[in-house]
Structures are given as structure tokens and as C-alpha cells.
Nanobody, 127 residues
Framework: DVQLQASGGGLVQAGGSLRLSCAAS????????IAWIRQAPGKAREEISC????????HYVDFVEGRFTISSDNDKNTVYLQMDSLKPEDTALYYC????????????????????WGQGTQVTVSS
């Protein structure tokens, strides 16, 4: 069975940091692009970062560029999202998802189609 297990969310003060993890199993991790997609209350889902495990392409949406860092450990089939300088507007449910497509440039308010989704981990940033 395909599984994407997101973890690492929590409550943090503005300016703080969190590291999310996405542990994958049940598919060929090295051939897939892993994305972090978030959904804030009352808002649409948006893809904030992706990493291709095949060609190592990385993209970020503009409003997290320089604050968030995505990385992949292919030995552990795990993708990480290091989130620094967190802001209250980063509060959302964060999903990891996988697709066999390319990691493409991202724009606010959109996300690309995914083959598999994880269950989400809640990130809450207090002011």
C-alpha cells in the first residue's frame, strides 16, 4: 500500500521554526516528485514547495522562498520541509503528496495534480 506519513507540525510562536517530515512507502520514491501543499482555514490548497527525486529540481512559491527549505533523503524515503521565520499566515494544515510528474515552478493559490496524498500535519503560528 502507498503511504505518505506527514509529521512534525505543532504550535510555534512567530519567528520560530519547525521541521516537517514526509515518510513515503509503497512506490518507487526515486522516480517521484514530492510536494508540500498547505490549506489555511477558509482558503484553497496551495503548493508551496516541491522536490524531484529523479532530477533534484526544487521549487518554492514566492512567499516562502528564503524561509523554507525542502530536502530529500532517498535512503530513508523521506522528504523534509524546514520552516524558519514562521509567520501567523503560515498557519495551515500541511500535506505531503507525490506525483510522477516534474517539479514545476509554483504560483500562489494553485497546486499541481498529485498521485498520492498524505494525511496532513497541522502547523499553527501564534503572533
Amino acid at each position: 500500500d502507498v503511504q505518505l506519513q506527514a509529521s512534525g507540525g505543532g504550535l510555534v510562536q512567530a519567528g520560530g521554526s519547525l521541521r516537517l517530515s514526509c515518510a513515503a512507502s509503497g512506490f518507487n520514491f526515486d522516480d517521484y516528485t514530492i510536494a508540500w501543499i498547505r490549506q489555511a482555514p477558509g482558503k484553497a490548497r496551495e503548493e508551496i514547495s516541491c522536490i524531484s527525486n529523479s532530477d533534484h529540481t526544487i521549487h518554492y512559491v514566492d512567499f516562502v522562498e528564503g524561509r523554507f527549505t525542502i530536502s530529500s533523503d532517498n535512503d530513508k524515503n523521506t522528504v523534509y520541509l524546514q520552516m524558519d521565520s514562521l509567520k501567523p499566515e503560515d498557519t495551515a494544515l500541511y500535506y505531503c503528496a507525490a506525483s510522477d510528474s516534474l517539479c514545476l515552478p509554483l504560483r500562489a493559490g494553485m497546486y499541481y495534480g498529485q498521485d498520492y496524498w498524505g494525511q496532513g500535519t497541522q502547523v499553527t503560528v501564534s503572533s
